[in-house]
């Protein structure tokens, strides 16, 4: 046990968890920015697609649960992916 007496005691726990948080270490948050025009903007092949496709994929919204057994015409799992961004 020769190297025992080189150990040092621990702080207690106020010091410690004053130490860790200590203004310098957390700074003041900024807001978020976004360098992206959050309008809704669409290209003209986007707009030509919703226009040639919206018929026979889009789902027109009604306040009621969709049955997607009845909607496809099979019963299958249901994965639903949501995307962000463009």
Known sequence: ??????????????????????????????????????AGRMGPGQIRALQELAPRYALAYQPAVLDLSTLFGRAAPIVLEIGFGM
Do not use: E, W
């Open 1 to 38: 046990m020769h190297g025992a007496r080189h150990l040092r005691r621990a702080a207690p726990i106020q010091q410690v968890t004053h130490a860790l948080t200590t203004s310098a270490d957390f700074p003041q948050r900024r807001s978020i920015r976004s360098y992206v025009v959050r």
